[in-house]
């Protein structure tokens, strides 16, 4: 145990303050292996899934520490996906495809319910946040899977749970990381795009 907690104390030191934000060792790693992460996921590579894995892993510990139990536990559900992702795309990474109308509106249905249901028993518990947690929590899910199950839709839930985790964080004073999914959300519509593309390719080959 007292090497654990020396090992957590090392990350939790701070590598440098930025306008009275003391950024931690543990937070920029992370922050950097998302980033990796993510960008990757845009171009469809197979590479992204081992450095999803890892920065969950890392954000999954960081959370734990900022009492931020959705976001914590969201991350044990990432690293499942990120090995599913990695068996689930064939070599050549991701084939994009779109979601039917009625998919979408059973997507939004079962995520507005999950958020409603979670949210106050996140409040019974003692979570720093409580709405906006739940419904990162329920919709990063959802834009995982359809992401796994390679459907182009994924960005547009990334988009909008990127965009509230930059709010969520930024009043947590999370400045650092809030940062991060600011840029998150920027990078969801370049995937969009991407994917876009992708398809558009694939329809003119066939």
């Not at 922050?31 to 171009?43: E, F, P, Q, R, Y």
């Not at 064939?90 to 979670?118: D, E, F, S, Y």
């Not at 329920?138 to 359809?146: D, E, G, M, R, T």
């Not at 990334?158 to 969520?168: M, N, P, R, S």
Request: charged content about 10%; cysteine-free; proline content about 2%.
């Amino acid at each position: 145990m007292q090497f654990i907690s020396s090992i957590n104390d090392a990350a939790m030191t701070t590598l440098v303050s930025i306008w009275s934000y003391d950024l931690s060792w543990l937070e920029f790693v992370a922050v950097m292996t998302s980033l990796a992460g993510v960008w990757l996921g845009t171009t469809g590579k197979k590479i992204t899934w081992p450095w999803w894995a890892i920065s969950s892993a890392l954000y999954g510990w960081l959370f734990y520490e900022w009492d931020l139990l959705a976001s914590a536990s969201l991350q044990i559900v990432f690293i499942a996906a990120a090995i599913w992702g990695w068996i689930g795309w064939g070599p050549k990474g991701a084939h994009p495809r779109v979601a039917t109308n009625r998919q979408r509106v059973i997507i939004l249905i079962i995520g507005a319910t999950a958020t409603a249901v979670l949210a106050p028993w996140f409040a019974s518990i003692g979570a720093a946040s409580t709405w906006p947690d739940s419904f990162g929590l329920v919709f990063s899910i959802v834009a995982q899977i359809l992401m796994v199950r390679e459907y182009r839709e994924n960005w547009i839930v990334w988009f909008v749970v990127d965009a509230v985790y930059t709010i969520e964080y930024a009043y947590n004073k999370l400045y650092f990381t809030s940062v991060l999914y600011a840029l998150f959300t920027a990078i969801a519509v370049r995937g969009w795009l991407r994917w876009k593309s992708d398809l558009n390719s694939e329809a003119v080959s066939l």
